[in-house]
């Protein structure tokens, strides 16, 4: 058991390194994506993984595969798209998904164009599938920062976070921090795609923040309850994601994502709210 589970972690220092990151990343990305659930804007962190990508292209053409160039020029991008898409939903007939979907595609297209210009194919894939592995002090440090950030920003807007995800019509109504705690949350939505970015690329970064995030949602109905149960599954599928990946020989992105994707699945089929206590309840209450 000793060295299937433990002996990974403590022989090599990637192994550690990559576990560190995926474990800031779960805790900081995983509240998030529960937020993200409950507005019904899931596929709008899909969007914005992918609107990233030009940012971080640009970083790339001028610096090559240097953490704060791409992070800066990520998070730049990202922002600009956020607010663009909302622009054109607030000036147009056209809704936000739509305006969105367009902007992540534009943006999707052409950071992978600007990669390809400069870059190699390996170049092309670590931008768009990442590469925990090779997780150096740097990434960690930025990794952490935003963790920070996060962490800080919920903990003193929690309310006006949760009551603009519940109710936005009724905080706008009532304050004048509705607006304010909407850019607020579309900023931490960016911060931790682009930390997510440098461990599991722009098309995976989004996993570990839905994936556990959808899954708490059938363990519990409450906000504060499923971000716990969220990070509890985030941290659980990077560490067995790792594992998997060492002994199996796997990429180590896809198989962090693969494990958050098989507690989904447990989840919908067995959670307190899943599909199997359901269907018992539901043929209990016809039986009686």
């Known amino acids: 058991m000793y060295e299937y589970l433990i002996e990974p972690f403590i022989r090599y220092g990637f192994m550690q390194r990559a576990l560190l990151g995926s474990l800031f990343l779960s805790a900081s990305c995983a509240p998030v994506g529960v937020f993200l659930m409950l507005r019904r804007m899931s596929l709008t962190g899909d969007a914005m993984s992918h609107a990233i990508l030009p940012g971080a292209a640009i970083g790339f053409l001028l610096f090559g595969l240097e953490i704060i160039p791409m992070t800066i020029g990520g998070l730049v991008v990202g922002l600009l798209v956020a607010l663009g898409s909302g622009v054109v939903s607030r000036l147009t007939i056209q809704k936000e998904d739509a305006s ?62 949760v009551a603009e995800c519940l109710d936005p019509l009724f905080l706008r109504s009532v304050s004048r921090i509705g607006a304010p705690a909407h850019f607020l949350f579309l900023t931490l939505v960016v911060l931790n795609l682009v930390g997510g970015f440098q461990a599991l690329g722009t098309l995976l970064s989004v996993g570990l923040m839905m994936l556990p995030a959808a899954a708490s949602r059938f363990w519990s109905n409450r906000v504060g309850p499923m ?37 989904y699945i447990l989840s919908t089929l067995g959670g307190s709210r899943g599909v199997l206590r359901s269907a018992f309840a539901s043929s209990r209450h016809k039986t009686a």
């Open 100 to 161: 969105m979907a367009a902007f992540y595609l534009i943006s999707l297209a052409v950071g992978v164009l600007m990669v390809s210009w400069r870059g190699s194919s390996v170049d092309l894939m670590h931008v768009l599938f990442g590469s925990v592995l090779a997780l150096n002090n740097e990434a960690l440090i930025l990794i952490v920062s935003i963790a920070a950030v996060t962490f800080l920003a919920l903990a003193v807007f929690w309310r006006a976070l």
């Open 227 to 263: 971000c716990l149960i969220a990070v509890a599954i985030a941290a659980v599928s990077s560490l067995g994601g790792l594992l998997l990946s060492y002994h199996a020989s796997m990429p180590s992105g896809p198989a962090i994502i693969f494990t958050a994707g098989g507690f």
